[in-house]
């Protein structure tokens, strides 16, 4: 990792303040090591409980008892949840040390994406939560975004969430800040990350999908907590001004005129109106799906990592058939529909969706069985993309993607005129493209379809005399693509497996 382990060779030190968790308490905790252990970090679970008074003290207990792992405490009044989180950083012994909403609603799945910013050189990696608007969350939505803007106005900082809990930090250069922050409820997050950024630390927004739960009651009071942030905000100002004038006296050797940057850059350009056209007709296109089903072989208890979700057929269909599956995409919209068609499948224990860009994932080395991409590498730096696919598969897995091609005249001619594809500019692989990415793999096996028969594909029509001429044609062109190898340049779908 190029980094110092931290005490007794601990590389993150999570923390959990629990109050009044009720039943899923035990799930979320599990769901936490769950992720951890598929990463190479070796790890510690800091669980505080501060003065529940509905059994979580005891199951904190029975978590500790059975693995050691967990270093548990217990508060006999309430503290807050400011000054608990701030207990168990001082407590921590990893290198990083972090602390996450155990209700999680931004997923588990973000926890290495954090560490790993902090090893890329960041002091401070948050949470940026990103959520679809709906009517049961929108006046609490405007609070929020509308508390963002005062903070933003008045403490001359430039986040764009300060109140998520879900942060991390490189512990060295935590504990002197911690020391100063005086606030022990809801106004801790917001004073910690402006005296963050008053000292100079590096801080990196990571872009996280937030899913609001409807089976755990909140711990938040809106109106009692909205007034309590306001008051702290106030009070903080005098402070905020002497810190903000002595930052201004001298030039921190920390400092990084890129302090506050998005995990993704360019997230907010991301179009996803495109019609990719391998959704519209890939139905009619039996011949590379079979070819599909046998380079992913068998998925039976697989770890798989799907690249832009698509429709979600593909995720559903992959759980359907035993896969654990992780869905990826930098569109919240597209990851809302395929936790939608997992929950309608009664599919949503298999299947995960996390907001991340394909270029950088935030996962950690050697995680899965598969990965596959469908008409994903057209619109990527293909390059970036495969080389992070090669890194987050196990020695023994495989990579594999459908593309479309660029060589066949007509389709080009179709994608030339047609209006549906005005919103993106894609860059349509060929061949020499794919045997390029091939040379990030130990092995790989490419396979070329559809030459004359796009024309019937494009009717869309797998039965009655339409079918029969489908058929027919596909026949034609794996005969054609068979015995004239040259003919594959004009090939418009290419099915390709990796194997790492």
């Not at 969350?137 to 005062?150: E, F, K, N, P, T």
Request: net charge positive; aromatic share 10%.
């Amino acid at each position: 990792m190029g980094e110092s382990k931290g005490k007794d060779g601990v590389d993150l030190s999570l923390v959990l303040a629990c109050y009044n968790e009720g039943p899923t308490f035990t799930a979320s905790v599990h769901e936490i090591v769950r992720v951890l252990d598929d990463t190479r970090l070796s790890f510690e679970v800091i669980l505080i409980d501060d003065a529940s008074s509905d059994g979580t003290a005891a199951r904190l207990g029975e978590l500790a008892a059975v693995d050691p792992r967990f270093r548990v405490s217990f508060h006999r009044l309430n503290l807050g949840r400011g000054g608990t989180v701030s207990e168990g950083l001082r407590a921590a012994f990893g290198r990083v040390a972090g602390f996450v909403d155990i209700d999680l609603e931004t997923a588990a799945h973000y926890i290495p994406a954090m560490v790993r910013a902090i090893d890329d050189g960041a002091d401070v990696a948050v949470a940026w939560r990103i959520y679809k608007i709906k009517p049961g969350i929108l006046v609490r939505w405007i609070l929020s975004r509308g508390y963002v803007a005062l903070v933003r106005t008045l403490l001359k900082v430039p986040f764009r969430d300060t109140e998520g809990g879900y942060k991390f930090f490189r512990r060295e250069r935590l504990l002197p800040v911690l020391a100063e922050v005086r606030d022990q409820h809801w106004f801790w997050d917001t004073e910690v990350m402006a005296r963050a950024h008053y000292r100079g630390l590096r801080i990196v927004e990571v872009p996280t999908l937030f899913m609001r739960r409807r089976d755990k009651k909140s711990t938040v009071r809106l109106w009692r907590d909205v007034k309590r942030y306001f008051a702290s905000l106030l009070a903080f100002l005098p402070e905020a001004r002497r810190l903000r004038a002595e930052a201004a006296s001298h030039v921190s050797p920390h400092a990084d005129p890129r302090r506050v940057g998005s995990f993704y850059d360019g997230f907010w350009r991301h179009d996803n109106r495109a019609v990719q056209e391998v959704h519209n007709y890939w139905p009619a296109c039996e011949p590379s799906e079979r070819q599909v089903r046998e380079a992913l072989g068998s998925l039976a208890e697989a770890r798989l990592l799907e690249l832009g979700p698509g429709r979600g057929d593909d995720a559903v269909a992959a759980a359907r058939d035993g896969a654990r599956v992780l869905v990826v995409d930098v569109a919240v919209e597209a990851l809302l529909r395929v936790r939608e068609q997992a929950r309608q499948a009664g599919l949503a224990h298999r299947i995960d969706v996390a907001l991340m860009d394909a270029h950088r994932l935030g996962l950690r080395d050697e995680v899965f069985d598969r990965v596959f991409a469908r008409g994903v590498l057209m619109h990527v730096v293909a390059d970036d993309v495969a080389r992070e696919a090669r890194r987050v598969l196990r020695p023994d897995g495989r990579a594999v993607s459908v593309d479309m091609l660029r060589g066949n005249p007509f389709v080009r001619l179709y994608r030339l005129v047609s209006r549906t594809f005005d919103a993106v500019k894609p860059r349509y692989l060929t061949p020499a493209d794919l045997a390029r990415l091939a040379g990030y793999f130990a092995g790989t096996d490419r396979h070329e379809y559809y030459v004359l028969s796009v024309f019937a594909i494009a009717l869309g029509r797998r039965d009655g005399a339409a079918g029969s001429l489908l058929r027919w044609v596909q026949r034609c062109d794996e005969t054609l693509l068979t015995r004239i190898p040259a003919l594959r340049r004009w090939a418009w779908i290419g099915v390709t497996r990796f194997d790492r």
